[in-house]
């Protein structure tokens, strides 16, 4: 390797310089000075220097951050000054009682100014500087000795590895939270669960777990953050003279501060910074878990000195927890307005988040299955805000020998119609979606809307009050009102219970697609009503027809089809159309008489590139001619038309020996019926 040139040691000093600058607005000060494209040409070209010349690398450098593959080895650091825990205020007279103790030792009677930082849900770290550069930093420990974690907080970007500015003592300390944002929490724990490792249950458990990493390329990776909340010194250095003004000095130095941070007069604003950083805390971009009041003059601190292991100058308020501990005990099966059959954990009730929770959600089975929850575990349960509480973590250890697995249940806890998952989705769901209770009001809205049935004026509000009323409860009665039932309703007048009448006698002879969408069976559009309507022409077709006649359907695939046969096998299902034949209901049958489309009941597949038509073009002409035109070719298709470029649908008709038609031959077929 030659020797550095005068030019690249300018250079190295420019780039590290700039990055460094970059850095400070990116990640202190949330103001990017460039685009992340400039700020990774200038990192490459560092890296490149000092990958070309070692010597020029240095500890500080931006380069640096990327982590070592050597195992961090955790040494044992005694706190030249201890980290102390701070006492905590639960309510408000115990602040007001911290406030008053603080004055009298003080002997004033004047409102004392306090800042208010919130605290921060993460690990309290300690961070070493000499000569402005970082060259230890440790966890807080037991407070008079923690861990060496230096390898592993060089790789955090806010955190500065060479202080800035030319005021720097010789040797300081600043110390700080590292903690990971929500949203770095949700990607992290996405990411290790489809590696198919163990996620992490809170954000405060990531940090930490990410700070003690062994190699420190894997802490890189991970979203940390820091908020420095306090500095020493530790030479003859003198430091501003209040809190707030250490701060900002702080921050000039490189590190990111709270910008929720606000200075108070006496109790009454601390209280009132408290409920407003509280209403905040759900919206915040980190967890936060309350508020810490320190007095804000230094000579103040020092005067009021220690108690134990606690200053007497700070006090922290917390808010209500958001996770606490408790008892599974039992498990229930909710069914909503779409048939998604939901397990609730039903709790010992439990105060979290500011109230008492007995209900928590567990999504689905797949849920269930990852998290193991089985009924009598203990588990950490979660609130946040107005959000559903929900079983986080279970606590294994004290399982129970007598704990029962929880089990999805065969039949609708509502109406008793099975409960189909079909393989691929997630969500289980009652079948039974023309009668199920839960499913009611949901299916007679969609029956009624504009592209079902269109029946004019059984809007929402409407829809509700019949079925609160218990005037309607399945789409059958819909056409069992009179006009004389629906006057008796609260302003539903003569003349609105008429046109609703005469509404509703207009949607008793819809054409069958029409019919079958208004149906609500999950999955089944218009486009796919259409294809089912003009495949088999009449319900009943459509009723009996198995899962292979239904998938050979335009844009129905298995999943579809499960739908399809799951919606008529259910009895409730079949007794409720009857009831609509009943009612004089008459869907209007699509008559297809075999041979007056020369391609009726054939499946054609298009693949490949056509130049004189386009894919859309072909498939009409097609549909014209009565085939059906498929995505995928099976022994079934009757031909492939192979364009440009065909690839494996074309192999596979070679496979099977089914008909292939070129461009041309397709062209000449379509100008012999007229479509040309």
Not at 116 to 140: F, M, N, W
Not at 502 to 517: H, T
């Amino acid at each position: 390797m030659t020797k550095p040139s005068p030019e690249s040691l300018k250079r190295a000093e420019e780039l590290r310089s700039a990055l460094d600058e970059h850095n400070y607005r990116y990640y202190v000060l949330d103001d990017p000075g460039v685009p992340d494209a400039e700020y990774d040409r200038l990192f490459r070209e560092l890296q490149k220097l000092e990958a070309d010349h070692p010597e020029l690398a240095s500890d500080d450098s931006p380069t640096r951050r990327v982590g070592s593959k050597a195992e961090t080895s955790f040494e044992e650091v005694v706190h030249r000054l201890p980290m102390l825990s701070l006492d905590n205020a639960f309510s408000e007279d115990e602040l007001r009682d911290f406030d008053r103790r603080v004055r009298e030792r003080l002997g004033s009677d004047n409102d004392v100014e306090y800042v208010c930082e919130p605290k921060l849900d993460g690990l309290a770290v300690s961070l070493h500087y000499e000569q402005g550069s970082l060259i230890r930093a440790a966890t807080r420990g037991d407070g008079y000795a923690g861990e060496d974690i230096t390898a592993n907080i060089r790789t955090i970007p806010s955190v500065p590895l060479r202080l800035r500015g030319n005021s720097v003592p010789e040797l300081v300390e600043v110390r700080g939270e590292v903690y990971m944002p929500k949203v770095g929490f949700e990607a992290l724990n996405s990411r290790l669960e489809n590696q198919g490792e163990k996620a992490f249950v809170n954000p405060r458990n990531a940090a930490a777990g990410s700070l003690r990493q062994k190699k420190s390329t894997v802490t890189a990776k991970r979203p940390l953050e820091m908020c420095a909340y306090s500095v020493a010194v530790t030479d003859e250095s003198q430091l501003p003279d209040t809190q707030w003004a250490c701060l900002q000095q702080v921050q000039r130095w490189g590190f990111r501060i709270n910008p929720e941070m606000r200075k108070a007069q006496g109790a009454s604003e601390c209280l009132l910074a408290y409920e407003e950083l509280m209403q905040k805390r759900d919206a915040l971009p980190y967890g936060i878990d309350g508020i810490v009041f320190k007095v804000n003059r230094l000579d103040y601190q020092k005067a009021l000195g220690f108690v134990s292991r606690a200053p007497r100058w700070a006090i922290a308020q917390k808010f209500p927890a958001q996770e606490e501990l408790t008892v599974i005990e039992d498990v229930e099966f909710q069914v909503g307005r779409t048939g998604a059959v939901t397990p609730v954990a039903r709790l010992k009730p439990v105060f979290v988040g500011g109230v008492t929770v007995s209900n928590a959600t567990l999504h689905n089975m797949d849920e269930i299955r990852r998290l193991d929850v089985r009924i009598g575990d203990t588990v950490f349960v979660r609130r946040a805000g107005d959000v559903i509480p929900k079983v986080v973590k279970v606590v294994t250890e004290k399982r129970p020998a007598n704990a029962k697995v929880v089990e999805l249940p065969k039949q609708c806890p509502v109406c008793d119609s099975d409960v189909v998952q079909i393989e691929g989705e997630a969500v289980a769901r009652c079948s039974g979606g023309l009668f199920c209770p839960a499913q009611r009001k949901e299916a007679i809205r969609h029956y009624a809307s504009r592209k079902a049935l269109d029946i004019e004026g059984l809007g929402d509000k409407w829809i509700d009050i019949l079925v609160d009323q218990g005037m309607v409860k399945t789409v059958a009665d819909i056409y069992l009102l009179t006009a004389r039932n629906l006057t008796r309703l609260d302003r539903m007048g003569e003349k609105s219970a008429s046109n609703l009448v005469a509404a509703i006698d207009r949607s008793r002879e819809p054409v069958l697609w029409r019919f079958l969408y208004a149906l609500g069976i999950r999955e089944v559009g218009e486009a796919t009503a259409k294809s089912l309507a003009s495949h088999f022409g009449s319900l009943e077709e459509v009723a009996k027809a198995d899962e292979e006649s239904l998938i050979a359907v335009q844009d129905v695939g298995p999943i579809v089809a499960g739908h399809i046969r799951s919606f008529f096998e259910q009895p409730h299902n079949r007794e409720t159309l009857d009831a609509l034949r009943d009612a004089g209901v008459k869907w209007q049958e699509e008559v297809i008489t075999a041979g007056a489309k020369p391609l009726h009941g054939q499946t054609w597949v298009l693949t490949g590139t056509l130049s004189e038509l386009t894919r859309d073009e072909a498939r009409e002409k097609l549909e014209a001619l009565g085939a059906k035109v498929a995505g995928s070719v099976s022994k079934k298709t009757a031909c492939v038309v192979a364009g440009e470029a065909a690839g494996s649908k074309l192999a596979k008709a070679e496979q099977l020996g089914v008909e292939i038609l070129n461009e041309q031959g397709l062209l000449e077929m379509l100008k012999e019926h007229e479509l040309l």
